[in-house]
């Protein structure tokens, strides 16, 4: 267990809408990762924090925006909700330990569905 | 640019051995993750390799070849429980921080 919730778990909303998804972490990690997965793709990096204030994009940002205030909490952000964002999205921190450098772990996830 | 292939899905039988490939191509790699992933829930953490060769974990083991840009996880004893998708995943070097890049996953059922 690596301390990390995400809400809401579940979410339907309507195209145009904005959407904010919260995670939040318990153990002081500098960096926290937004992905979603869907079939077909696996997981793909949307955006990610190396620490308060400090974010970028990944590979699949357009649409999103993140913010991250504090250390604990980074929030993903759909300004104007589209169907293509329907979708599962995990929240992970990295946690550095010895050999294996960039171990991420993963939140439980929030299944967003966009009508 | 970045590329991982791995079997889309696989069937073996419970007690048996299951060897899932997986190959890649990538820039600035920085080791080999697996991830196991049951239905409806989150990736958690198998192993890692950064050199070549094999790393052993109870049941499972997994190998890494860098030169040929190529790993495998072997589950031994299969069980019922170790139906699940199995991620492959390349940490790289990118801007500042490392990354992950994910292959699509492979769906293993294990049938009794």
């Known amino acids: 267990d690596a301390g990390i919730t995400q809400s809401p778990r579940h979410k339907v909303t309507e195209t145009g809408t904005p959407v904010t998804l919260r995670c939040h972490q318990t153990?002081?990690?500098?960096?926290m990762y937004w992905y979603r997965q869907d079939p077909g793709h696996g997981l793909r990096l949307i955006h990610y924090s190396y620490g308060v204030k400090d974010t970028d994009k990944g590979e699949v940002s357009d649409g999103y925006s993140v913010s991250r205030s504090k250390t604990e909490d980074f929030l993903l952000t759909l300004e104007s909700a589209t169907s293509s964002q329907t979708s599962v999205y995990f929240c992970?921190?990295?946690?550095?330990?010895?050999?294996?450098?960039?171990?991420?772990?993963f939140g439980p996830g929030t299944r967003l569905t966009v009508l | 640019g970045q590329n991982i292939d791995q079997p889309t899905e696989m069937t073996a039988t419970e007690g048996a051995i299951v060897q899932i490939n997986c190959t890649y191509q990538?820039?600035?790699?920085?080791?080999l993750f697996w991830y196991q992933q049951h239905a409806g829930e989150a990736p958690t953490f198998l192993s890692y390799?950064?050199?070549?060769g094999l790393e052993e974990k109870g049941r499972f083991s997994s190998f890494l070849s860098r030169s040929k840009g190529y790993s495998y996880l072997l589950l031994k004893e299969l069980q019922m429980k170790d139906s699940a998708s199995y991620l492959c995943a390349v940490s790289y070097f990118s801007g500042n921080t490392g990354k992950l890049i994910f292959g699509q996953g492979t769906t293993l059922q294990v049938k009794p």
């Open positions: 390799n950064v050199l070549d």
């Open positions: 990538t820039s600035g790699f920085n080791g």
């Open positions: 992970a921190i990295r946690r550095t330990s010895g050999l294996s450098t960039d171990t991420q772990y």
């Open positions: 153990e002081n990690h500098r960096y």
